[in-house]
């Protein structure tokens, strides 16, 4: 399926309608598709969370500002989908729980999606796996403590991270050598890529 064509069936995907209209916020789906083929980054994540849902535009909310700093770049270039691939293991706000915590990515999005829209986009010079979700569909792995201070068995084409939201401000403390370290090196593969 062309691209254009393959972004217009995601977006009107509604395999989840039944399940986040029984979730505490109730929500209809809402795909948040953000990839164009030949782009040169992917941003692997985990899914769109409120903010983004009510935006339509990935990491527009203070996860995507640490994201963005973390790899060294503004928005401008993040959102030139001619370079930036951004694609989650669920397109669309999976909701909150009864205590008002995410629920997960649905697997049945990446299931459904993940294969051809990874077709479709092509090869790419790196790929960043921001969260466990992404890195289990990616690597395999089940810590992401552990996976992303393996970083650099991945590198250059693969970096694992955190995922970037403030609820990791404590994980960012207890490991600091993941800004000593890993963004350095990240923040040089993606200025080397993007170049």
Known sequence: MPEPALS????????CAARFAATATAHEPRPVVWFRPGARL?????APGARVHA????FSDPSGDRL????GI?????????RVAIIPMAFCFPGYDARGADLPPPPVCAQTWRAPV??????????LLVGGAAQRWHLGTRNVTQTVAAWRAHAPHVFPLPHPSWRNTGWL?????????LIPAL???????LR
């Open 8 to 15: 217009e069936t995601i977006r009107a995907c509604r395999l």
């Open 74 to 82: 503004g928005a401008e270039a993040f959102y030139d989908r001619a």
């Open 55 to 58: 935006s339509g535009r990935p």
């Open 173 to 181: 403390k207890r490991n600091p050598w993941f800004e000593a370290e």
């Open 42 to 46: 992917l941003v692997a994540g985990q």
């Open 118 to 127: 990874l077709k479709a986009l092509g090869p790419v010079d790196l790929t």
């Open 187 to 193: 923040r040089a593969r993606v200025q080397e890529v």
């Open 68 to 71: 963005r700093d973390w790899m």
